[in-house]
């Protein structure tokens, strides 16, 4: 598969324009299904460099370990300078220190492994985020870029309306949306993802083309009382928000201006 493309610029603005349409519609429906699809092995595309919307591939810990594939999420680095990413916990179920892979140069280096790793379940009151502590990363390159557009900050609120993107490695490319719920642990917004795109990056696009981080996709939506699968793409998204988590691991979010 190849590598991610990055969007023109007035195309994706005119995606954001028009997600924004449909939030007077969309703010009054209920999702009764919340749930991140069952777990399975995606081709992961090639990545140039290590950051937010990379295929990761994870191989479990123990006798019984699985291996899985998602999307990282945002750049991180701990209190002592370790470098790190976040992605969803469930990419690490059951937890353990499942090591990570990425597809480079047409292998598959081992980067890191989960060090931190909390699944409680899909609940508005779950938590779902996991942190891999990064390693041996002389060979490729880091980049605090999100499909191109440099990540400057962190998101200090979200507002019913603003319009979310999130980006993962089965969708391919930036899906954005409405938000429709927004509580202290987590946001929902009106934007398609399937199997593969849990872990990555969800954000708030500036006017000027760069990031601010939100949260990392946990679960996705289709809107109706039937379980989500991953034979189709679901209509919503749904993201643990990362602030708290900074807070609480005590990590510094990695910009492009570090």
């Known amino acids: 598969m190849a590598a991610f493309r990055r969007l023109p610029r007035k195309?994706?603005?005119?995606r954001l324009a028009f997600a924004g349409i449909a939030v007077v519609v969309l703010a009054g429906m209920v999702w009764a299904s919340r749930a991140h699809p069952v777990r399975q092995l995606v081709p992961l595309p090639s990545a140039e460099a290590i950051g937010p919307g990379v295929g990761i591939k994870i191989t479990g810990s123990g006798r019984r370990s699985e291996t899985t594939s998602c999307t990282a999420g945002f750049l991180v680095v701990n209190k002592d300078g370790q470098p790190g990413l976040l992605s969803a916990g469930h990419c690490n179920k059951p937890a353990g220190t499942g090591k990570v892979a990425v597809h480079h140069g047409g292998l598959y280096p081992t980067v890191g492994a989960f060090t931190q790793s909390i699944y409680d379940g899909d609940g508005w009151t779950d938590s779902d985020i996991g942190l891999i502590t990064l390693k041996d990363l002389d060979k490729i390159p880091v980049s605090a870029e999100v499909d191109g557009h440099p990540v400057t900050?962190?998101?200090?609120?979200?507002?019913?309306?603003?319009?979310?993107c999130h980006l993962?490695?089965?969708?391919?490319?930036?899906?954005?949306?409405?938000?429709?719920?927004?509580?202290?642990?987590?946001?929902?917004?009106?934007?398609?993802?399937t199997c593969g795109d849990?872990?990555?990056?969800?954000?708030?696009?500036?006017?000027?083309?760069?990031?601010?981080?939100?949260?990392?996709?946990?679960?996705?939506?289709n809107g109706e009382d039937a379980p989500t699968t991953c034979a189709e793409t679901q209509d919503y998204s749904v993201a643990q928000l990362i602030k708290p988590w900074l807070e609480a691991w005590q990590l510094t979010l990695v910009t492009a201006t570090t």
């Open 153 to 164: 900050g962190l998101a200090e609120r979200v507002e019913i309306g603003d319009t979310l």
């Open 11 to 14: 195309t994706l603005l005119a």
């Open 168 to 193: 993962g490695i089965r969708s391919g490319e930036p899906m954005c949306g409405p938000v429709t719920a927004n509580e202290k642990n987590k946001v929902r917004f009106a934007a398609a993802s």
């Open 198 to 221: 849990t872990g990555g990056p969800a954000y708030l696009m500036r006017p000027d083309g760069t990031v601010e981080a939100v949260g990392i996709l946990t679960a996705v939506s």
